[in-house]
T-cell receptor, first 115, second 114 residues
Framework: AQTVTQSQPEMSVQEAETVTLSCTYD???????LFWYKQPPSRQMILVIR??????QNATENRFSVNFQKAAKSFSLKISDSQLGDAAMYFC????????????FGTGTSLTVIP | DVKVTQSSRYLVKRTGEKVFLECVQD?????MFWYRQDPGLGLRLIYF???????EKGDIPEGYSVSREKKERFSLILESASTNQTSMYLC?????????????FGEGSWLTVV
């Protein structure tokens, strides 16, 4: 079975500060992809960042970076210099390569950015 | 950019009614999905389809069916809506490796069953 766990239902961060959202996953596959998706109040889910499991280097996208710890099955998202527009629900997801392109999502973390 | 269009953003239906939720994508992706999103439960997969006329059950298919007659269109059907199906429904699409193994979402359909 594939599971994705986000243990922080809610987080808050002061504007311009840094925040880290946690995610752990469990999969028996050795080859998979990991994602962080953002769902702003307008509700459309958009991709923030993706990581291929066979790559040891942590992915970065501007102010967003991940800490990928494969042995610990941990995939946290760090948001630097937080902005008001970062306020959203964040979902962690895992796509094992050999499950017919299925994606497994965590329960989400609601991020509040305090001005 | 990938565009995933859900035709209805907000619907109110009565218990027992048949409900159709339509989803259209413009990127020729093979894979399409229907998820249900509820607070504290995240996204739960209802059905997915990896080709025309093909469908696979997800984690919570009970009370739902799907139709994929054309590659670009994937419909979710509630044969007899019930109040416990009040939720946000998200359609998504993926082209597999050709699209970077990324899933793209529509804006969602808010369904209230009264």
């Amino acid at each position: 079975a594939q599971t994705v766990t986000q243990s922080q239902p809610e987080m808050s961060v002061q504007e311009a500060e840094t925040v880290t959202l946690s995610c752990t996953y469990d999969t028996s596959e050795s080859d998979y992809y990991l994602f962080w998706y953002k769902q702003p109040p307008s509700r459309q889910m958009i991709l923030v960042i993706r990581q291929e499991a066979y790559k040891q280097q942590n992915a970065t996208e501007n102010r967003f970076s991940v800490n990928f710890q494969k042995a610990a099955k941990s995939f946290s998202l760090k948001i630097s210099d937080s902005q008001l527009g970062d306020a959203a629900m964040y979902f962690c997801a895992c796509e094992p390569r050999h499950t017919g392109n299925q994606f497994y999502f965590g329960t989400g973390t609601s991020l509040t950015v305090i001005p | 950019d990938v565009k995933v269009t859900q035709s209805s953003r907000y619907l109110v239906k009565r218990t027992g009614e048949k409900v159709f939720l339509e989803c259209v994508q413009d990127m020729d992706h093979e894979n399409m999905f229907w998820y249900r999103q509820d607070p504290g439960l995240g996204l739960r997969l209802i059905y997915f389809s990896y080709d025309v006329k093909m469908k696979e059950k997800g984690d919570i298919p009970e009370g739902y069916s799907v139709s994929r007659e054309k590659k670009e269109r994937f419909s979710l059907i509630l044969e007899s809506a019930s109040t416990n199906q009040t939720s946000m429904y998200l359609c998504a699409t993926s082209g597999g490796a050709a699209s970077g193994n990324t899933i793209y979402f529509g804006e969602g359909s808010w369904l209230t069953v009264v």
